[in-house]
């Protein structure tokens, strides 16, 4: 089945320093989501965001709805140990569409 | 609120068995879809069930069937087994209003197919 085109695979970070992760997809998609996954447990949802250009801020996070509705970013400010896992992508078409996901972003951070 | 609860938890069929997955969706939510995640995939849609009707799907084969009940919770069931289905499941509820593409998800059902 289809995925989106998520970058970097693997980040290897320090403690501290920010985070920065993208996607991109050949379809536009109505609405762009960002959720992390911790071993053993289901996505959690980090961000939503629902209209072109649109940027959002949950706490040290940042995602932004790019304006060709085909992409988005997602940062992490000042990272800390608890942001270790893997981060998704996720884009919605509409309707009855499910959730396409992007194969994820490893988070590493070295202390 | 209660979350989005699935179980089991982890089970190990062999090829060609059957198996059902069972899901209880988010109290409030009458939405609810499956996935399936790969080792080292992001999730990929199965189906979508609203008022206990499938209502969307993704690209899997017929053997892959569901329901879902009057309170909303729902079944995913698996028939003629294959290696390749060794997966995490993951059930995902949402409300029925606009916008709300928002999914919340359940740890999942780790199935191993031997």
């Known amino acids: 089945g289809q995925q989106l085109n998520q970058s970097p695979q693997s980040m290897f970070i320090q403690e501290g320093e920010d985070v920065s992760m993208n996607c991109t997809s050949s379809s536009i998609f109505n609405t762009w989501l960002w959720y992390k996954q911790d071993p053993g447990e289901g996505p959690v949802l980090l961000i939503a965001?629902?209209?072109?250009?649109e940027l959002t801020s949950n706490g040290r996070l940042t995602a932004q709805f790019g304006i060709t509705r085909k992409d988005s970013f997602l940062n992490i400010s000042a990272s800390i140990p608890s942001d270790v896992g893997i981060y998704f992508c996720a884009g919605h078409g509409g309707g009855a569409d499910g959730l396409t996901f992007g194969k994820g972003t490893h988070l590493i951070i070295q202390p | 609120e209660t979350g989005v609860t699935q179980s089991p938890t982890h089970l190990i069929k062999t090829r060609g068995q059957q198996v059902t997955l069972r899901c209880s969706s988010q109290s409030g939510h009458n939405t609810v879809s499956w996935y399936q995640q790969a080792l080292g995939q992001g999730p990929q849609f199965i189906f979508q069930?609203?008022?206990?009707?499938?209502?969307g799907r993704g690209n899997f084969p017929p053997r892959f069937s569901g329901l879902q009940f009057p309170n909303y919770s729902s079944e995913l069931n698996v028939n003629a087994l294959e290696l390749d289905d060794s997966a995490l499941y993951l059930c995902?509820?949402?409300?029925?209003?606009?916008?709300?593409?928002?999914?919340?998800f359940g740890a999942g059902s780790r199935l191993t197919v031997l």
């Open positions: 965001l629902y209209k072109a250009g």
């Open positions: 069930y609203y008022r206990e009707e499938e209502n």
């Open positions: 995902a509820s949402s409300p029925r209003i606009p916008g709300a593409n928002v999914l919340t």
